[in-house]
């Protein structure tokens, strides 16, 4: 038999595997589409909107950057400790919460906005407490998708049903607001938000959990904490894996906080072509989703990555050239899809191999490769762009994107060989051997890795 690439094919025995619908076969699941995706359309109509209310108020591409800073790096300095609570904490409980301290930002945001009180420090400090409350509920919503699928038999699916719900969210909420924001302004976009909040909650009190099986005995967080950054860091797949993820985010943010200065200044319009050039970002990215949950196997993915991150990184070097909308709409649509298929491929990849003692805090690095890193994008964009250009910017961001495409593309082959032991065990891959070792084994000690 000649050279097996794990990553690109898998062999006959192999091809029974998750399709799209096998995580829709879930109660919980469906239940969960329900509310959720009623509830991200209400939060990308107050994403869009916030970002215009700030620009409106001081036409600061600084203080678009400092809006996504403040409303990020909570996640940076917070999810590690979030995802050790997460490996401890009921889930579902946890998220019940977090989206209740959600859907009380966004009413205190809409109560400011429509009684014309509203000022531009009100948004930076209710920012910080969105930042604060996603630094636990990002993590927790990731660890839950293998619970609410009952094992990783539909985790591919789900994650890319999860990922397709988000973009149509991205793609609707958006247009939605911009349309309110010039017919009755920003403050009913976030009221709208804090009712969308009702559905999800109504779908997770409907859900009908089994126990829960006993964890270990909780030992002290520090000592938690330092076992998942060994554990994740320590195994060069879930750490380049990471490192990329974090590279693209990076990369991305820039583009996503200067987008009112390209739709203004750069295509000459308004709000409207502002939620445009947004939705052309979610249609890609859902068209990317729902490849991904049509997908028969994790095998391949590794690939995927690298191809889809050098697609990143192209399509925004051509939209920071481009000065015509349509141009600029299909560029933004090819980025918005190689992103989605960079991150949910990633995403599939750690849930598949990650030992579930651990899930909660490998997920909650994950938080912090696509979401702790952006408020450094959001802040270095919002700085730069005052000096070079927000067109610079985001050409400078593309190149830095290919760049590590290029750098993950090489350490590849040497990935497939770690990880090609994991995919056995668990059954992806025919067991042609005994004794196969988990992650923690295959994971550098802490003596090497020190």
Not at 7 to 19: F, G, H, L, Q
Not at 99 to 121: E, F, N, R
Request: proline residues 5%; glycine residues 10%; positive net charge.
């Amino acid at each position: 038999m000649g050279r097996f690439d794990f990553w690109m094919a898998a062999p006959r025995r192999a091809r029974k595997e998750p399709t799209l619908l096998d995580a829709w076969k879930h109660r919980n699941f469906r239940l969960f589409c329900f509310g959720q995706g009623i509830s991200l359309v209400g939060t990308w109509m107050q994403q869009l909107a916030m970002i215009w209310l700030v620009y409106r108020l001081s036409h600061s591409a600084f203080l678009l950057g400092a809006v996504g800073f403040c409303s990020q790096i909570p996640a940076f300095f917070l999810a590690p400790v979030a995802g050790v609570f997460t490996d401890r904490w009921n889930l579902h409980r946890t998220i019940i919460t977090t989206q209740c301290l959600s859907m009380l930002q966004a009413l205190i945001l809409a109560g400011l906005s429509l009684s014309g009180m509203v000022a531009i420090w009100h948004v930076l400090v209710l920012s910080v407490c969105l930042g604060l409350v996603n630094a636990f509920d990002i993590p927790g919503r990731q660890a839950f998708l293998i619970q609410m699928v009952e094992g990783r038999a539909g985790l591919a699916s789900a994650i890319g049903l999860n990922s397709s719900m988000f973009n149509a969210a991205r793609l609707v909420g958006p247009a939605i607001a911009g349309f309110l924001i010039e017919i009755v302004g920003e403050g009913y976009c976030f009221l709208l938000n804090a009712l969308s909040y009702l559905a999800v909650l109504a779908a997770l009190l409907a859900m009908r959990l089994g126990p829960r099986a006993p964890g270990k005995p909780p030992r002290h967080v520090l000592v938690e904490l330092r076992e998942g950054f060994r554990y994740a860091f320590g195994f060069p797949p879930i750490r380049e894996i990471l490192a990329l993820l974090a590279v693209v985010n990076l990369t991305v943010m820039p583009l996503t906080v200067l987008l009112p200065v390209f739709a203004t200044s750069v295509l000459h319009g308004g709000p409207r072509t502002l939620g445009l050039l947004t939705a052309a970002m979610g249609l890609g990215a859902l068209a990317g989703a729902l490849i991904l949950a049509w997908r028969k196997s994790v095998l391949g993915l590794g690939r995927q990555i690298v191809w889809t991150s050098g697609l990143c990184g192209l399509s925004l070097l051509a939209f920071s050239f481009s000065e015509m909308l349509w141009l600029s709409l299909l560029l933004l649509m090819a980025a918005g899809f190689a992103v989605m298929m960079e991150m949910a491929a990633s995403n599939t990849i750690l849930q598949t191999i990650v030992d579930d003692d651990k899930r909660g805090r490998v997920m909650s690095f994950y938080t912090m490769s696509f979401l702790g890193v952006a408020p450094i994008g959001s802040l270095l964009a919002g700085s730069l762009a005052s000096h070079i250009g927000a067109p610079h910017v985001v050409q400078l961001s593309a190149t830095t994107c290919i760049l590590g495409a290029v750098v993950f593309g090489c350490r590849l082959p040497n990935l497939r060989k770690l990880i090609r032991p994991i995919y056995q065990r668990i059954g992806i891959l025919p067991d042609l051997t005994a004794g196969i070792p988990t992650v923690a084994e295959l994971t550098v000690p802490e003596e090497e890795a020190g």
